[in-house]
C-alpha cells in the first residue's frame, strides 16, 4: 500500500499489528476514525493509553483490576469460600455473562501443557494453594476446557490440593443444550453416559 | 458483558464503535493490547491521536496530506495535467498501489446519489472546474465505479467541462483479468463487446 500522508501510513500500520486485522482492514478503522469528532477520537486513543498504563491485576485471583482487589474479591456479596478456576480473563467474562455464578475467581494464566513449554510454575498454581491453605475455601471449582490440558492441569491441581479438606468439582461436560445425540462426537457422548446424572437433581439444577 | 474493571470496560467499549468490530473482537483486542509492551501500546494511541487532530486535506485534490499539498500534488517528477477522478481516499491507494498512474488526483468525496441524498453541490466538483480553467490540464480520467451513480457523476462532470478543451477519458471496463467470460454478467459482457479495442492497441497497453 502506498499512502500520500504519514500520519495516515502511521496509523494503518499500528491498527495492522492487531491480531486479525490485516492493511485492508486497519484503513478502513483509520479512515472512519478521520471523519469522526476530534474529541471522540482523544476519547478512543486515551482509553487505550490509560488501559494499558493503569491496568492492574488482583492480588488475589489475579483477574484484571482498577485497584489492588477487583470488583468481584472486592464484593462482600458474593461467596468468598468458593472458587472458580479458569484458564483466563476471557473465561471470567464468559461466566459473569451467565449470572449464574456467586463465588470468586482463581485465573492460572494459561494451562500445563508441555507441548508449548507451560509447565506448572508459569501458571497461578501455588498462590491457589496458599488461598486454600490461608483463607476458609469451601470448594474448588474447575471451569477448564474440556481437553487433555485441561484434564492435566485439574490432575496436577487436585493433587496438590489433596491434605486439604476442600471440595472439588468441575463444570459438566455433555451434550451442548440445543445440540443432536446423532452428531455429537463419540468422546462427549461417552462422557455424557458415564457422567450421568440423576433426573431429580438435573431438573431441581435448572430451577 | 459483564467486566472486572472499568478501565477494561471503557477500552472494549471504544473499541467495539469502530466498524465491524463488535464486543467480542473489541475484547480480543484489548486483552493483546495489554500484553503489549507500555510503549508500544503508547506509541499505537498516539498515532490514532495524532493523525485526527494534524490530519490536513489536500488543497488541491481532496486527498489526505500531511501539509497544505498532498505527497502526490507536490511531487514535479508526476503529470500535473493528467487528473485522475475518484469517488473517495481508499480509490486512491488502490490505483497508487498499482504503481501505473503518473499523473495527479482530484478525489470527490462521494458521488451523485440522489436517493442518499447526495448532490453536485456536495461534492468537490466545482474545485475540479476550478482546476481545469485555471491549471494547464490535458486529460481527465475518470475512476468510477461502474454503476449508474459512477456514470451519472462522469455524465454531469463532462457536461460541466463541455467548454473547455480537455481529453476526457474513463477506466476500461470489461471482463476481469483471469475471469471466465461463462461467469460474467450479461451487462459487464455486452459492454466489453461494445467498447472492443483493436488487439494492436491491446498488446502495446499490456507491456
Known amino acids: 500500500m502506498i499512502f500520500s500522508s504519514s500520519l495516515l501510513e502511521n496509523a494503518v ?3 495492522a499489528k492487531l491480531p486479525g486485522i490485516g492493511k485492508k482492514t ?3 478503522l483509520v479512515l472512519h ?3 469522526q469528532d476530534v474529541n471522540d477520537v482523544a476519547q478512543f486513543s486515551n482509553a487505550i493509553a490509560t488501559l494499558r498504563e493503569e491496568i492492574r491485576f488482583c492480588n488475589r485471583c489475579h483477574n484484571i483490576a482498577d485497584g489492588p482487589l477487583c470488583k468481584i474479591c472486592s464484593n462482600s456479596m458474593r461467596k468468598q469460600e468458593v472458587i472458580c478456576v ?3 480473563i476471557r473465561d471470567v467474562i464468559a461466566i459473569e455473562s451467565t449470572q449464574q455464578f456467586n463465588g470468586v475467581y482463581h485465573v492460572l494464566g494459561g494451562i500445563i501443557s508441555p507441548l508449548d513449554g507451560v509447565g506448572p510454575e508459569q501458571l497461578q498454581i501455588d498462590s491457589l494453594v496458599e ?3 490461608k483463607e476458609n475455601i469451601a470448594e474448588i471449582i474447575f471451569a477448564l476446557n474440556p481437553n487433555i490440558q485441561g484434564d492435566t492441569t485439574i490432575y496436577y491441581i487436585s493433587k496438590k490440593l489433596k491434605p ?3 471440595k472439588i468439582t468441575t ?3 455433555g451434550i451442548s443444550f440445543g445440540g443432536e445425540l446423532e452428531y455429537a462426537d463419540e468422546m462427549t457422548l461417552a462422557k455424557s453416559i458415564s457422567n450421568r ?3 431429580e437433581n438435573y431438573i431441581t439444577a435448572g430451577n
Open 13 to 15: 500500520n499500528e491498527f
Open 26 to 28: 486497519a484503513l478502513r
Open 33 to 35: 476514525l478521520i471523519k
Open 86 to 88: 479458569v484458564e483466563n
Open 131 to 133: 488461598r486454600v491453605q
Open 164 to 166: 486439604h479438606p476442600v
Open 171 to 173: 463444570i459438566a461436560r
Open 197 to 199: 446424572i440423576p433426573v
